[in-house]
């Protein structure tokens, strides 16, 4: 078992930057695949980008490629969301989200994550 708890959320003017964070606890290793995931009002939850285990490999979805940049630091237990160049339509609470099963897995269906965070609310002002 996993907890997962974001951070970092915020309000922000359009072009800006937010860094969120993902801390897990539960476990002595954070041998999980993880992805960040977010969802605006009247919408479903879509898939932002993800990273495998060992942060080697990363996706990202086609609307934050460029912008977005995922890490995380393995000896911390923390995953890490760097979001530059903030647009309104990026407003959405973003949740991170912990793949026990697939650690090379770069899975962006929300089904395939097993553990989720609360979720940090990101506000894009134009």
């Known amino acids: 078992q996993v907890q997962l708890v974001e951070s970092g959320g915020g309000l922000v003017q359009a072009g800006g930057s937010l860094r969120l964070s993902c801390a897990a606890s539960?476990?002595?290793?954070?041998?999980?695949?993880v992805g960040w995931f977010r969802q605006g009002p009247g919408k479903e939850r879509e898939f932002v980008a993800t990273?495998?285990?060992?942060?080697?490999?990363?996706a990202y979805a086609d609307s934050v490629k460029g912008r977005f940049t995922i890490s995380r630091n393995n000896a911390k237990n923390t995953v890490n969301l760097q979001m530059n160049s903030l647009k309104p339509e990026d407003t959405a609470v973003y949740y991170c989200?912990?793949?026990?099963?697939?650690?090379?897995?770069?899975?962006?269906?929300?089904?395939?994550?097993?553990?989720w965070g609360q979720g940090t609310q990101v506000t894009v002002s134009s």
């Open positions: 539960g476990r002595t290793d954070f041998r999980y695949a």
């Open positions: 990273i495998t285990w060992d942060g080697l490999s990363s």
């Open positions: 989200a912990a793949d026990r099963d697939r650690l090379y897995g770069l899975g962006r269906s929300p089904n395939l994550y097993n553990y």
